[in-house]
């Protein structure tokens, strides 16, 4: 009762505000917001990849028997994970002020190449260092945790079978560490698509930024907010649906049997709707002699 | 006489404050089936572990084949040796452990597979010939394609037999093989291991199995508190027992 008077409250503001639904639709499939929404997805998918790649590396060497390794890498950790994102996006977008010129040379020769460092961190460049240095610091710890979750018999066997300390992480260790690290995984993914707003202090052109650019001039200000936030939960929903599956696969050998999709219990159900009318019913067609369906599990 | 298999002269090893071994000698030779017994915390275990390098060993020397195993001397000092030469030391021994061990992710045969063609560079083909030759061997013929969690303890197991031999090694180590296994499974895994000790395999077999090495050891080690207590022929250790200590634990086991 409580709930339906708050809800109905909240209906009411809504209904009796100068909100208008018209001016969403109207903006919704506008093209810029179309291509700002690919933009978002493109630096969601390569912050993550650089995230997950150095994530993998750092961990490793976490977990490393050489001592400067684990130290590097808890000191990487340390410092990514211990400064805001927004500011490492803001620091890498204004490199150039420190770093005006990058040059890479070959030593003790005079063979040199340089650039700009103006050119050469674009806005996006400096929105995915930001991202995905910061991403790579969060994932170390994520991917840390499903390498130590694997069994230690798991590694002493691959060992006495004369499997190399990288052959058994690659071989043995990563892939049953999956099932544990790819949940986390997904959730930094979703929670990567809405932080790449951020991105948008470097004027990299995502949705945030196009909607804000568009709402400068129209005044439209939170129906453009509703437009960004129904792709954001739009392509979020997408990636929820991708994770199923890819958990589902790293499932195998862990369950004896995995449970059905929710497609394949909806097509299960369908078909026996179809195949099974309740005797007796109307449903029947006249005539027409009912056949049980031919089941796999039947023994016959 | 040829160059025994497994040679350790001294052997120490501590984790720790806790000495788990304290001066182990033995010696076996070529086709030779060594039962250790003992109880639990006698370091039968970690003696095992050292002879493939699992573990590290503090003072001592262990030959296997005539080679120091993953150390090399210089100037009367040992010298660790590389990952990759300790890694094709251990491919020439297999072993058995008392959990399995068996890679989940993988099938029966993906689990024999993986050595032979990772670490030997078997072309797949023969490999898998091999492969599902050493499976039917130990009885598994029919389950080539199924998940170590769809098989039970015993056909583990035998699996994981199946593919420490997959690396043709020349010494099978054996930790407490049957000891996690149901007592009507014991069965067909010690029928394995009968069976290869009949082909000349050589063995070191840490187990509680008292029946399997008075019929199938040519030698039985009574170990207690990181030494060995009684050594000889298992007729006369487990038949004509010298030592108290060793009374008491058969009369406890027998």
Redesign the interface.
């Known amino acids: 009762m409580v709930v339906l008077i708050v809800l109905g409250a909240v209906v009411d503001t809504f209904a009796t505000s100068s909100l208008r639904w018209s001016v969403v639709g109207q903006y919704l499939f506008d093209a810029r917001i179309l291509q700002a929404a690919v933009v978002t997805l493109y630096l969601t998918a390569i912050a993550m990849v650089v995230g997950v790649g150095l994530g993998i590396l750092l961990a490793v060497m976490r977990l490393s028997p050489n001592r400067v390794m684990a130290w590097v890498s808890w000191l990487y950790i340390w410092f990514f994970r211990g400064t805001p994102v927004l500011v490492q996006i803001f620091f890498w977008w204004n490199i150039n002020t420190i770093l005006p010129y990058l040059s890479i040379g070959i030593p003790f020769t005079h063979v040199m190449v340089q650039a700009s460092t103006n050119t050469l961190v674009t806005p996006l460049l400096a929105a995915i260092l930001g991202l995905g240095l910061n991403e790579a610091a969060y994932m170390a710890e994520i991917v840390r945790a499903g390498i130590i979750s694997v069994?230690h018999?798991?590694t002493?066997?691959?060992?006495?079978?004369?499997?190399?300390?990288s052959?058994v992480m690659r071989?043995?260790v990563l892939?049953?560490a999956m099932r544990v690290i790819v949940p986390p995984t997904g959730n930094e993914t979703i929670s990567m698509l809405k932080t790449t707003s951020l991105a948008s202090i470097a004027t990299v052109h995502e949705l945030f930024f196009v909607q804000q650019d568009i709402s400068n001039f129209n005044y439209k200000i939170i129906e453009l907010v509703i437009v960004a936030s129904l792709w954001y939960l739009a392509m979020s929903s997408v990636l929820t649906v991708f994770q199923y599956y890819i958990e589902r696969h790293f499932a195998?050998?862990?369950?004896?049997g995995l449970p059905p999709t929710p497609i394949q219990r909806l097509r299960r159900m369908l078909f026996q709707f179809h195949a099974a009318p309740p005797f007796g019913s109307a449903a029947e067609p006249d005539g027409e002699p009912w056949l049980p369906p031919a089941m796999p599990h039947s023994g016959m | 006489m040829a160059t025994p298999m497994v040679r350790a002269e001294a052997v120490h090893k501590s984790f720790g404050r806790n000495q788990v071994l304290r001066g182990i000698d033995i010696e076996v030779a070529p086709r030779e089936v060594m039962c250790i017994i003992g109880p639990s915390g006698s370091g039968k275990s970690t003696f095992l572990r050292c002879i493939n390098h699992l573990e590290k060993i503090d003072a001592g020397r262990l030959w296997v084949d005539g080679e120091l195993v993953g150390y090399r001397e210089h100037g009367g000092r040992l010298h660790e040796l590389p990952d990759r030469e300790v890694c094709h030391k251990r491919s020439e021994i297999g072993m058995v452990f008392q959990g399995f061990n068996l890679f989940p992710h993988m099938t029966a045969l993906e689990n024999v597979l993986e050595a032979p063609v990772r670490v030997k560079r078997e072309p797949v083909a023969a490999a898998t010939e091999r492969g599902r030759a050493l499976l039917d061997r130990v009885g598994l013929g029919d389950r080539l394609d199924a998940h170590p969690r769809q098989l039970s303890g015993g056909q583990q197991q035998r699996v994981a037999i199946a593919r420490a031999l997959a690396m043709q090694p020349k010494l099978m180590l054996f930790d407490e093989p049957t000891s996690a296994l149901d007592p009507e499974l014991v069965g067909d895994v010690l029928n394995v291991m009968r069976d290869l000790a009949h082909e000349g395999m050589t063995m070191i077999v840490v187990t509680h199995e008292m029946g399997f090495a008075r019929e199938v050891g040519d030698s039985l080690v009574f170990m207690d508190s990181g030494a060995i207590v009684e050594a000889g022929s298992p007729r006369d250790v487990i038949g004509n027992p010298q030592q108290q200590r060793t009374k008491d634990f058969l009369s406890k086991v027998l």
């Open positions: 069994d018999g798991q002493e066997a691959a060992q006495a079978l004369g499997m190399r300390r052959l071989r043995i892939p049953q195998r050998g862990s369950v004896r």
